[in-house]
Every structure is written in structure tokens, then in C-alpha cells.
């Protein structure tokens, strides 16, 4: 596959999984009641959901700089789910599940530099 094929992919799964984010991000409040979670549950589908989401949007980042670029684009784009979410809703944005989806972007982003440093070490 070619490199200007992958990259399209790599956008087009973004995307996918950016919608799916703000879709659940956005559901109706008869729907997030149903499927409304608690305690460590939450917080750790935030976590994942935004590990999966940096994982998606940044897989082959090989340059530090563009990682960390995509990293806080990513955690810019939860901070304005919230926002976007309290102005939906009426509600006070809920400052815990920024710093949640903050943490599965920077589990994410370390995990994806361990994994590029072992390649690199591989390589030599």
C-alpha cells in the first residue's frame, strides 16, 4: 500500500472514531441514562476511549514534535465535547472527564513513544 494510501486511511479512521466519540458524547439525555456508568467504570471508558481515539488518529507519528502535536489536538477536541455537552445540556462542564480523556491521550502517547523507541532500538 502506498504511503499517500495509508495516510488517507489513518485520516478516514480518525474521523470514524471522532464521530463515535462525540455521538456517544452527545447522546440524548434518555439514551446516556440507560447506558450512564459510575465510579471507576467511567472514568476508565473515558481512559480507553481516548487511548483508542489517539491510537487512531496518530498510529505511525514517528517525529516526537507531530505525536505531541496530535496528542493535545486530541485533548482539545474532549475539552470541547465538554463544553459542547454543558451547552447542549444545561450542565456544568464536567471537569473530571476532561482530565480522564486527558489521561487516555497521554497513556496513548507514551505507549506509542515506548513502542517507537523498541523499534528504533530494534533497527540499530
Same mark, same amino acid.
Given at each position: *500500500?502506498?504511503?499517500?494510501?495509508?495516510?488517507?486511511?489513518?485520516?478516514?479512521?480518525?474521523?470514524?472514531v471522532?464521530?463515535?466519540?462525540?455521538?456517544?458524547?452527545?447522546?440524548? &439525555?434518555?439514551?446516556?441514562?440507560?447506558?450512564?456508568?459510575?465510579?471507576?467504570?467511567?472514568?476508565?471508558?473515558?481512559?480507553?476511549?481516548?487511548?483508542?481515539?489517539?491510537?487512531?488518529?496518530?498510529?505511525?507519528?514517528?517525529?516526537?514534535?507531530?505525536?505531541?502535536i496530535?496528542?493535545?489536538?486530541?485533548?482539545?477536541?474532549?475539552?470541547?465535547? &465538554?463544553?459542547?455537552?454543558?451547552?447542549?445540556y444545561?450542565?456544568?462542564? !464536567?471537569?473530571?472527564? *476532561?482530565?480522564?480523556?486527558?489521561?487516555?491521550?497521554?497513556?496513548?502517547?507514551?505507549?506509542?513513544?515506548?513502542?517507537?523507541? *523498541?523499534?528504533?532500538?530494534? !533497527?540499530?
Amino acid at each position: *500500500m502506498s504511503r499517500h494510501r495509508r495516510a488517507l486511511h489513518t485520516q478516514v479512521r480518525a474521523l470514524i472514531v471522532l464521530a463515535i466519540l462525540a455521538l456517544f458524547s452527545l447522546l440524548p &439525555e434518555s439514551l446516556k441514562g440507560r447506558l450512564a456508568t459510575f465510579g471507576f467504570f467511567h472514568r476508565f471508558t473515558h481512559i480507553a476511549a481516548f487511548c483508542i481515539a489517539f491510537f487512531a488518529a496518530a498510529p505511525r507519528a514517528k517525529r516526537f514534535s507531530s505525536s505531541l502535536i496530535a496528542a493535545a489536538l486530541l485533548v482539545g477536541f474532549g475539552i470541547a465535547l &465538554e463544553f459542547f455537552q454543558s451547552a447542549v445540556y444545561g450542565n456544568y462542564p !464536567e471537569y473530571w472527564d *476532561m482530565r480522564d480523556d486527558a489521561w487516555g491521550v497521554a497513556f496513548g502517547w507514551l505507549l506509542q513513544r515506548l513502542a517507537a523507541a *523498541m523499534k528504533q532500538a530494534r !533497527e540499530s
